[in-house]
């Protein structure tokens, strides 16, 4: 089945759902102000006349100055010359929405579901699988977190710590153990134990070495052997601060160990949130989860009209109307 974020917050009803989804709209709003105010001061630069070329080749520069990326920044102008445009700001909204696609859900399959994590070192894999652990347990869901980076000394312990505070079971490794092998055992483990989720950290040595991609493939080998069909997410974690290099990481880890989802994180402390849109649109990666801050309960899922209202300055979308 495929998960989505109101299975994991549980059966709010509505009206409080509503209020969370507002006041998660003001956090990312307050969190994309570097961002919106990159954008919007390009924006507010231009004399807008739909009837001047000019005007549309301006608009593209500041969607590309603002991280856009070509590809997507093209493809926006061009589906706002085909409509008209009484109010750009709402209108780049709903353009910007209408890229992303469907709304991004979990894949849980299975008693385990296997969740692959990868990404660089320093991008917040360890705290978003934290993160990601409290959510599931607090939807119900047994939880058993792998500690397969056994490249960094502290790596286990901070992920044990995390694993405890989310109230998940925890499968650490011996020093010097392969990091396939320790995947192994989680995987081993979440099934002897009746695990809902099994959810395995990787290592995330710098993402132009070749050896790392090919240990990375090799776990997903070894996940696959032992249980057929997993990993069913693998979650590419990207800091959003890193503005193109993360573009590069996304296209990199991509094509190595097909990563099925990205989790954005430190996209409250960044001008270059408009990265999200070419990862989404250039190298058709949903972006499934947006880290906003530092606790337990700052991994949310991407709604991607709340998130082109908050990166364009536009209000949001009335509750009946949303998704």
């Known amino acids: 089945m495929t998960l989505g974020w109101p299975e994991l917050l549980g059966d709010a009803p509505v009206a409080e759902e509503e209020e969370s989804r507002r006041g998660l709209f003001r956090r990312l709003r307050s969190g994309l102000t570097r961002s919106r105010s990159a954008l919007t001061e390009r924006i507010a630069a231009i004399r807008f006349d739909p009837d001047d070329n000019e005007t549309w080749q301006e608009l593209e520069e500041a969607l590309i100055l603002a991280d856009v990326g070509v590809q997507a920044a093209g493809e926006l102008v061009q589906r706002l010359g085909r409509r008209r445009v009484d109010d750009l700001g709402e209108a780049l909204a709903e353009e910007v929405a209408g890229l992303f696609g469907p709304p991004p859900?979990?894949?849980?399959?299975?008693?385990?579901?296997?969740?692959?994590?990868?990404?660089?070192?320093?991008?917040?894999?360890?705290?978003?699988?934290?993160?990601?652990?409290?959510?599931?347990?607090?939807?119900?869901?047994?939880?058993?977190?792998?500690?397969?980076?056994?490249?960094?000394?502290?790596?286990?312990?901070?992920?044990?710590?995390?694993?405890?505070?989310?109230?998940?079971?925890?499968?650490?490794?011996?020093?010097?153990?392969?990091?396939?092998?320790?995947?192994?055992?989680?995987?081993?483990?979440?099934?002897?134990?009746?695990?809902?989720?099994?959810?395995?950290?990787?290592?995330?040595?710098?993402?132009?070495?070749?050896?790392?991609?090919?240990?990375?493939?090799?776990?997903?080998?070894?996940?696959?052997?032992?249980?057929?069909?997993?990993?069913?997410?693998?979650?590419?974690?990207?800091?959003?601060?890193?503005?193109?290099?993360?573009?590069?990481?996304?296209?990199?880890?991509?094509?190595?160990?097909?990563?099925?989802?990205?989790?954005?994180?430190?996209?409250?402390?960044?001008?270059?949130?408009?990265?999200?849109i070419p990862i989404a649109y250039d190298l058709g990666l949903p972006v499934k989860l947006i880290g906003v801050g530092e606790s337990l309960e700052d991994l949310r899922p991407f709604d991607a009209g709340d998130f082109a209202r908050a990166l364009v300055g536009a209000e949001p979308a009335a509750g009946p109307d949303r998704e």
């Open 105 to 276: 859900r979990l894949l849980l399959v299975e008693k385990p579901s296997v969740i692959l994590v990868v990404g660089v070192n320093g991008t917040g894999k360890t705290t978003t699988i934290g993160k990601l652990a409290h959510r599931l347990t607090g939807s119900g869901r047994s939880v058993l977190v792998g500690a397969a980076d056994t490249f960094r000394a502290a790596a286990e312990e901070q992920l044990e710590v995390w694993a405890k505070r989310a109230g998940a079971d925890f499968v650490g490794s011996n020093r010097g153990q392969d990091p396939a092998s320790v995947a192994f055992d989680a995987v081993e483990a979440g099934i002897a134990r009746g695990h809902d989720v099994v959810i395995i950290d990787t290592a995330g040595r710098l993402h132009t070495q070749a050896n790392l991609m090919e240990e990375l493939m090799k776990v997903r080998r070894v996940i696959e052997r032992r249980l057929p069909g997993a990993p069913h997410e693998t979650l590419l974690v990207l800091d959003a601060t890193t503005g193109q290099n993360g573009l590069q990481q996304a296209r990199v880890f991509g094509e190595a160990v097909q990563v099925t989802g990205v989790a954005l994180t430190k996209l409250d402390g960044t001008a270059k949130g408009g990265i999200v």
